[in-house]
């Protein structure tokens, strides 16, 4: 049994050292420490396993022959840095008494143990390793019903296969160390073997980052802040500098505008009311459209706006080629009538309007020209 056990880790450590995956730098060196100390809540690991625990036959006849029995395990983890960290734990079960006693007792073994991560110790720290070995050893208190209890060692190599983040699957084989009295003449002391496979859940944050890498990280980061903020010192400037030119080029163009106006005011004005303003009916209509209403609104006021005692003399007329001349000659006093009510609502003195009412004979060549009343400043 002995021998089956000690094979069996052997392979399983040879295995796992072979297998394992490196954690080099850009130069191809294998990275190590020192790393920032993780917070309280960080780095546990809970574990539950099933597997074989075992004890010596010390009555029936078969003193000296070891039992094996079921066992179950649960322990609970912490890691300190990459490479070091402890767990408390127990394992056990019941037992035969020996091989021609039908009674069972009480097996139980509840220490702690000091880990140590041989993956991360000779390999370095690497995130994404997908299988670990993990060397382990502790001292606790020895349980059973027929000795009571008694201090024993243990030691033993667990294997992690990384199913996930949070998840590894364990393989664990050992053996404990205890005082040889108790269980008969069999030397000073006598070592129970045991393996174990389980599961084991990752708690709180499970990676690590470099201490080496925090300083230089703060110093690069103070840097780019402060040739961020030297950037955005020189951005703002530059936009305000814009935001300035942009206002001043505004001002330029609003004072030409407002000269242009003036000019325009001054120059060209006097003569434009100075000519005739013509207002366009629809065919057949005496009324006027908004826009030849605001059109005609618009002249009428700068007219009177020139400040002179104004007259007005008002020529309506319409287009023969449409209507009767009787009809025409009719609406061709209605749209001046329609004019003189507009000239007369604007403030013109009834006095200073005269109408005259065209005959209705073609008075110009274009035809929209003589469906329309003439505004003439006298």
């Avoid at 404990?176 to 496979?197: D, Q, S, W």
Wanted: aromatic share 10%.
């Amino acid at each position: 049994m002995k021998k089956f056990f000690a094979i069996a880790a052997a392979l399983l450590i040879g295995v796992a050292a072979f297998a394992q995956e490196t954690n080099k730098d850009e130069n191809g060196n294998t990275k190590f420490g020192g790393y920032e100390t993780n917070k309280f809540l960080d780095n546990w690991t809970l574990g539950v396993g099933v597997g074989v625990n075992s004890t010596w036959d010390v009555i029936g006849g078969n003193e000296g022959f070891v039992v094996a029995f079921p066992a179950i395990q649960v322990d609970l983890g912490k890691w300190f840095t990459p490479e070091f960290g402890a767990r408390l734990s127990w394992r056990g079960l019941q037992n035969k008494l020996g091989k021609s006693a039908a009674g069972k007792e009480a097996f139980n073994y509840v220490k702690v143990d000091g880990l140590v991560h041989l993956s991360n110790l000779f390999a370095g720290y690497k995130e994404n390793r997908l299988w670990d070995v993990v060397f382990l050893g502790g001292v606790g208190d020895l349980i059973d019903d027929q000795a009571g209890h008694e201090w024993g060692v243990e030691a033993g190599f667990q294997n992690n296969f990384h199913l996930s983040d949070k998840i590894d699957l364990n393989v664990e084989l050992g053996g404990n160390l205890a005082p040889g009295a108790r269980y008969g003449n069999f030397g000073k002391f006598v070592t129970f073997p045991y393996a174990i496979a389980g599961i084991a859940l990752n708690l709180g944050r499970n990676n690590w980052t470099r201490v080496s890498t925090t300083a230089a990280a703060a110093a690069a980061a103070i840097a780019a802040a402060e040739a961020a903020a030297k950037k955005a010192a020189a951005d703002a400037d530059k936009a305000i500098a814009n935001a300035n030119a942009a206002a001043k080029n505004a001002q330029d163009e609003a004072k030409q505008l407002v000269d242009e106006a003036k000019k325009a005011n001054t120059s060209n004005v006097d003569d434009l009311f100075n000519e005739p303003v013509v207002v366009y009916f629809t065919i057949g209509k005496s009324t006027l459209s908004s826009t030849e209403k605001a059109h005609a609104e618009y002249a009428i006021k700068n007219i009177i706006s020139r400040g002179e005692n104004v007259k007005f003399t008002l020529n309506g007329s319409a287009d023969t080629g449409t209507g009767s001349k009787k009809r025409n000659e009719q609406l061709s006093k209605e749209r001046a009538q329609t004019v003189y009510n507009l000239v007369d609502e604007l403030g013109v003195s009834r006095e200073n309007i005269t109408v005259v009412e065209w005959d209705g004979t073609e008075r110009f060549a274009t035809p929209e020209l003589n469906r329309a009343v003439i505004i003439e400043k006298q």
